[in-house]
């Protein structure tokens, strides 16, 4: 079983990897976007005091959102193994992710990062749609739903989120550069960074993430051995 994070800017496709790869290795796919978006859909009082947040595409206080991770990843589905997408995003969220693991004598597997140009992302915000029902993603051009505006999964309304109104998509980029990518040395420096080119293809892309986690648990056993 493998525990690893997806790390990339908005846009990059880590929900779509994620997805996939949880699929294919039968473990949870843990978003924490979706988590907030749905305790926002729910009204709770998380989601009463992230919505400012998230509305503004500012990052939601760690606080907030390590109760809500931890609450997710002490669940039964998580035990063996998960793929994190969009969380961590901080330096003191990977340290209380890391914290964690350590009481419960576990590590991640790996650390993949998706590599994407900058036009390429702004291209793909602006097309993305996103089933307010299930929160399957799609794009008008590189994946549409089979009919316009409704999911193809759940037959749900597919809609822009409101966070992908351009200034807010700008918001968001700018917050990925200051808090986020310093993420990328924290992990290069525990040698669990993987870097993929995430411009070609989700199938070649969740291949080619199978292959470096694959090699890096194999590693991971070797040293434990
Ligand atoms: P996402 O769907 O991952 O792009 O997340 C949507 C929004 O939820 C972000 O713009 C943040 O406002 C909030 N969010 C999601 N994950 C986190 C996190 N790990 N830390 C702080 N805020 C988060």
Do not use: W
């Not at 749900?156 to 990518?181: C, F, K, M």
């Amino acid at each position: 079983m493998i525990r690893i994070v997806l790390l990339g800017p908005p846009g990059s496709g880590k929900g779509t990897q994620a997805s996939a790869l949880g699929r294919r290795r039968s473990i949870p796919h843990i978003a924490s976007g979706d988590l907030l978006r749905a305790n926002v859909r729910e009204g709770t009082e998380l989601g009463r005091r992230a919505r400012p947040y998230m509305d503004r595409g500012e990052l939601v206080p760690d606080e907030l959102i390590l109760d809500m991770m931890s609450e997710r990843l002490s669940q039964p589905d998580a035990q063996e193994g998960y793929v994190l997408d969009g969380f961590p995003r901080t330096v003191a969220q990977a340290e209380a992710l890391d914290a964690r693991l350590r009481e419960i004598g576990r590590e991640l597997d790996a650390v993949v990062y998706l590599r994407v140009p900058e036009e390429e992302i702004q291209r793909r915000l602006a097309g993305r749609r996103t089933c307010a029902a299930c929160y399957a993603v799609y794009h008008v051009d590189t994946m549409p739903s089979e009919k316009e505006d409704v999911c193809d999964k759940c037959s749900g309304d597919l809609i822009r989120r409101d966070d992908e109104a351009p200034e807010v998509i700008h918001t968001r980029l700018e917050v990925y550069e200051e808090q986020t990518r310093p993420l990328l040395d924290f992990y290069r420096r525990q040698e669990l960074l993987r870097e993929i080119d995430g411009t070609i293809g989700v199938d070649n892309v969740v291949r080619e993430i199978e292959r470096l986690v694959g090699a890096a648990h194999a590693a991971a056993q070797e040293q434990k051995a």
